[in-house]
């Protein structure tokens, strides 16, 4: 470092550099490095709930509800929340999602929504983000 | 210290650090969240089975279908003209192989809409604006297309034209079906090698 601090140019660059990758890396809202490693529970999945796996889990589950009337029958809705799909990248919305200790279930009537809204969260680094799968049979 | 030393010292700090990064951090998204977010959950992101039937029918160049179902369910039955493309495949890769030419428009379908819509947000996300799904998948294509009856006694002339589309289409779908897998192998190949011959353009 005493013979970095020598030279203040290279330092002062290779630091803002530095500064610019962390940022880019693992600030909240970007999308971070490298898209296929972030996609590949979408390969295997392994990003997709049963009814029942939802009624299995334990512990702080965040269930998003991402249709404007659809709805969790009671068992199912630990923690329900309603939220418009085109806000879900909004600060207060993000916030929420990031705060949450534990899974972060999205629900839809329309899986097309639950899929593009699952790709996009996680490609900004959020893991533990499901889809309830065949929302139709919950409602039934 | 010199100007060229400061200048190798710099060059080889962001060496390292370059080394420290993934190696396929290239292939990020690009787009801020919101703006991507807004864009795919747009219609005009979506095309319907009747259009894609259109383009089938008319041979459309400017339109390349990617099918991203498992290569077994491909080869038994596909759209004419569509390339296969595992989802798994497509994700594990680098996205410029399959969707590189920008002057066409990529539509990507699966068996439902899952997978395609998985696949329209990672292009997007890239930069590939040229990218759309079907909406419905082949599930919809299906039941829209190959199961299209007329009934009544009056048509129009724009329901006998979607109707002569669609029957069109279906025979065309069905036919290519009923190859032998490796005359529909010869066949996505000739696609290819056509391809490859209009690059390199006339002698």
Known sequence: MKFLRQYPFVLIVFLLMVVLVLFRSFGGNN???????????????????????????????LVLNLGDEADLPGQLRPKTV???????????NLRLIRKHRGPVILFSDDASTSARVWMILSEMGMRDVYILRDPGAVAE | ?????????LLILLSIMLAL???????????KPSKLLAEVLGADVSVTVDEVAEFIVREDPDVRLIDLRPADVFIKEAIPGAVNVPYSEFIRSDPDTWISNREVRTIFYSTGNSEADYALVYARGMGYNNC????????EWVRTVLDTKFSGG???AR???????????GE????????????KAKFLESKKFSAKKLDGGCE
């Open chain 2, 1 to 9: 210290m010199n100007i060229r030393q400061k200048v190798s010292l």
């Open chain 1, 31 to 61: 999308f971070r490095y490298d898209a296929a490693r972030w996609a590949e529970s979408s390969v295997k999945g392994s990003n997709l709930l049963t009814v029942d796996q939802l009624s299995a889990m334990t512990g702080a589950v």
């Open chain 2, 159 to 169: 329901e006998n034209a979607l109707f002569e589309t669609r029957r069109r289409a």
């Open chain 1, 82 to 92: 309603i939220m418009r799909p085109e806000s879900i990248t909004g600060k207060e």
């Open chain 2, 172 to 183: 065309m779908y069905t036919e290519y079906s009923s190859l032998p897998d490796s005359l």
């Open chain 2, 132 to 139: 759309y799904i079907m909406a419905g998948g082949i599930t």
């Open chain 2, 154 to 156: 009056r048509i129009t």
């Open chain 2, 21 to 31: 990064l993934p190696l396929t951090a290239n292939r990020s998204f690009s787009e």
